[in-house]
């Protein structure tokens, strides 16, 4: 089996990169915050017959906690292009630990989500500029606001994921 301390090392990634990599996390925390709120019973800015049309009861309430805490799982996940646990997989896990994380394995995953999430959230950029007729005005402006920093998130993890490939390239490690 393949140790850690046998592979060849890669060098530390850009601060900025490390810095962008925790921020991430940070972005999808208002937007989850607010649907927890939604999910407690909260109207949380939707009129009554809004917060009812919504359907955040029951299974629905579970979709919607189940949305936030996969949203801040993968924002998370963005931490392994900077950390020594995404380069070289821990020895805990069985099989695999101590290997190291083929560069592909990492990047395409994280490219594609860039693009994804680039697509996705660049809408909530033009909140405002459609109704809302569901939510109450100061409702509508608060959501706009918590939604916002997602658009941030695609070119975001984008930059983490081009340097960690430019590292990894450097470095000589299956990047080929």
Do not use: N
């Amino acid at each position: 089996m393949t140790t850690a301390q046998s592979l060849p090392a890669v060098s530390s990634p850009a601060r900025w990169a490390v810095r962008t990599a925790h921020i991430i996390p940070l972005l999808t925390l208002p937007s989850g915050i607010w649907r927890l709120l939604l999910a407690a019973g909260h109207h949380a800015g939707y009129t009554d017959a809004g917060y009812k049309a919504l359907g955040t009861t029951g299974w629905g309430a579970a979709y919607v906690v189940g949305l936030s805490l996969a949203g801040e799982a993968l924002a998370l996940l963005t931490l392994g292009l900077v950390r020594p646990w995404g380069e070289v997989l821990p020895h805990w896990i069985p099989l695999l630990g101590g290997r190291r994380v083929p560069w592909k394995a990492a990047v395409v995953p994280a490219g594609l989500g860039a693009v994804a999430l680039t697509v996705l959230c660049s809408s909530f950029a033009l909140w405002w500029a459609f109704p809302h007729d569901d939510m109450t005005p100061a409702g509508s402006v608060m959501a706009g606001f918590l939604y916002l920093p997602l658009v941030a998130w695609g070119p975001l993890l984008a930059a983490v994921t081009v340097s960690t490939y430019r590292r990894r390239r450097r470095a000589g490690h299956e990047c080929r």
